[in-house]
């Protein structure tokens, strides 16, 4: 089986939990997303969600829409999708990407959005060594096309001796220790 669809498969789950676990009393408060509160993170992930699956079947870049409850359904489109052998062949069309790299993107999306929600709401977020691992090393391979585009931001210094997970959040431009 494909290693990266086993990892998105774990951090679909965890992120699908944490989502459905966060009240709508916890939407107004901050994340680590400087633009987002937890409410629109969720939507962005819904969001996301409904993009990767387009993507991985040449479909178009979609825009973001309003928020509407239900992003296990969608992510759970997005990995039926992905568990298509042809999903992951040749060059996406609506991004012109290799479509395994769409797939890390969308694990890098789905842990670190998962992440934010849970630094947020005071909740832990659980991330099996070898998909931080794999993180880390797709982040720094993709961290100078990922600022110019916006996608991560400056990155946060963080030790060599931190966790694997850590050191993929500075990469991309979290602070391991942010707190709301």
Known sequence: MNETLTMLRGAADHTSKLVTEIGEDEFPLPTPCAD????ALINHLEWGATLFESLAQDGEFLPEKEYTGD????????????????????????????KSV?????????????WDLARAT???????????AALLAFARQMAPTGRERG???????????????????GVIGRDPAWKP
């Open 36 to 39: 987002y509160d937890v409410k």
């Open 71 to 98: 992003f296990p359904d969608r992510v759970g489109r997005m990995l039926a999708v992905w568990a298509r052998p042809e999903s992951w062949e040749g060059v996406s069309q609506g991004l012109g990407l290799p």
């Open 102 to 114: 769409l797939a890390n993107m969308a694990l890098t999306d789905l842990v670190a959005h998962g």
């Open 122 to 132: 005071g909740r832990t977020y659980e991330v099996e060594e070898e998909t931080a």
């Open 151 to 169: 996608a991560f931001g400056q990155e946060v210094p963080v030790p060599e001796s931190a966790s694997v997970l850590d050191r993929f959040l």
